[in-house]
């Protein structure tokens, strides 16, 4: 049960009048008395709450950051009309900090034996699964004076998928990919490793493209011309281990590395490659294998929307085996992690011959732009302070990045909103230069 506004209010009048006209036990009861029958009264008239019935329906799956619809059904099979707030409760992270009051509740009636339908509207700020908490009702009375209240369980799911904000970098990928195949009119010469056809030689051809066989059976001078070679098989790992726990600017490393693992398996599969996924520290945490370029991209983001760091040391040994099993045939292995040097001297330069001597590694990593700026801060005691250990920290990250380039590895270190379209960039001139 609960009272209303109205009935404190009534109860605070009912009280001053006493106090003033007839002070005693006989005037206290001749003005509460009828309040409290009243208060009986609008709990006997209002719709009971447990025999409610609650269906939903409505999105079942959103890109972070957009707008999910669920929908609440709600039927009164008592004889009574309902009169109700009702608050659909959710996490916090199912919408926008400070949003959460007005976004769950609702007013409603609905009349004996009939139904209503009710929406709220979620925007996550968080991946994952997003489960329904209970549905609360305060049915109340005709006058408005109290009200029956109870909670009913009513599951429902809405999975929060990456929300692939470097799409936008597609196009002119797209396009210098159609130049590395010879789809458009731009000429790329002397890129690729795979034959495509014969012509006739131009002025400018390099001249170890002549075919001298095919020049000997005909009268004109002919040159190979090739085409970067399709087909090819990529293996993209997260580390999930506590590195990529970290948020750098907006977002969490490892939602950086999932938005540059979403651009770089579209190229890709517009390339005609095979791409396959596997998050690890110290196990498995998800993995996509065998996709068609028409699933791939729901595959991934399906399997990355409930990724979350554990707090662990990652197992590069470990990691380097699953790679392996994974990878059996030459590969491009994109391994995005951190640059920090204590887990990379000790944990990933032991292993990485067994790595390179098979695939062509590439090791990718977000920067902080923070660090940048502190490295230039002055003016100030703190500032130089910390001008002083982002260099350190800047240096330290060169010399890890050098370390493994000298093992044949290429390095891309970028800030979150530049690593997807830097990765994608090398991809590209790795497939030009025939390295893949």
Do not use: C
Request: cysteine-free; overall charge positive.
């Amino acid at each position: 049960m609960a009272l209303t506004g109205r009935t404190a209010l009534i109860a605070a009048l009912g009280a001053l009048l006493v106090g003033f006209l007839l002070p005693g036990w006989a005037g206290l009861l001749a003005v509460e008395l009828p309040l409290l029958l009243a208060i009986l009264y609008d709990l006997g008239r209002a719709a009971p709450v447990r025999k409610l019935l609650f269906t939903r329906s409505g999105d079942t799956s959103v890109r972070l950051g957009e707008l999910a619809q669920v929908h609440l059904t709600i039927a009164n099979p008592s004889g009574r009309r309902l009169r109700a707030h009702l608050r659909d409760a959710w996490p916090p992270s199912a919408w926008p900090p400070g949003s959460e009051v007005e976004a769950s509740r609702h007013r409603l009636t609905v009349p004996a034996g009939e139904l209503r339908r009710v929406t709220t509207q979620l925007r996550p700020t968080r991946r994952g699964d997003h489960q329904a908490a209970r549905v609360t009702v305060r049915s109340y009375g005709p006058l408005g004076l109290a009200a029956r209240q109870g909670s009913h369980s009513v599951p429902w799911t809405v999975r929060v998928l990456p929300p692939f904000t470097s799409r936008k970098h597609l196009p002119a990928r797209l396009s210098r990919l159609r130049e590395l195949d010879g789809r458009t009119s731009v000429l790329t010469r002397g890129q690729g490793t795979e034959f495509d056809s014969l012509r006739e030689y131009i002025p400018g051809d390099d001249t170890r493209s002549i075919d001298w066989r095919a020049t000997a059976r005909q009268s004109n001078v002919a040159v190979r011309t090739w085409r970067p070679e399709r087909d090819r098989r990529i293996l993209t790992v997260l580390d999930t281990g506590r590195t990529s726990a970290g948020r750098v600017g907006d977002v969490p490393r490892l939602d950086a590395a999932m938005d540059a693992t979403l651009l770089l398996a579209a190229l890709a599969a517009r390339a005609g490659d095979r791409f396959d996924l596997l998050a690890y520290d110290r196990q498995v945490r998800a993995a996509v294998r065998g996709r068609t370029a028409h699933d791939l991209l729901p595959a991934l983001v399906t399997a990355m929307a409930t990724l979350e760091p554990a707090l662990v040391e990652s197992d590069a040994r470990g990691m380097a085996a699953a790679v392996l099993r994974n990878a059996p045939q030459h590969s491009l292995v994109v391994l995005i992690t951190g640059l920090d040097p204590s887990p990379v001297e000790e944990g990933l330069l032991p292993v990485l011959p067994l790595l390179t001597q098979r695939h062509t590694v590439v090791v990718a990593s977000v920067a902080d732009p923070r660090i940048e700026e502190m490295a230039a801060a002055r003016g100030t005691l703190d500032g130089v302070y910390e001008a002083a250990a982002a260099a350190q920290s800047q240096a330290e990250r060169r010399h890890t990045a050098a370390r493994l380039r000298r093992h044949g590895v290429t390095v891309v270190d970028a800030v979150p909103t530049a690593l997807a379209p830097a990765l994608a960039d090398t991809y590209l001139a790795l497939k030009a230069a025939g390295r893949l």
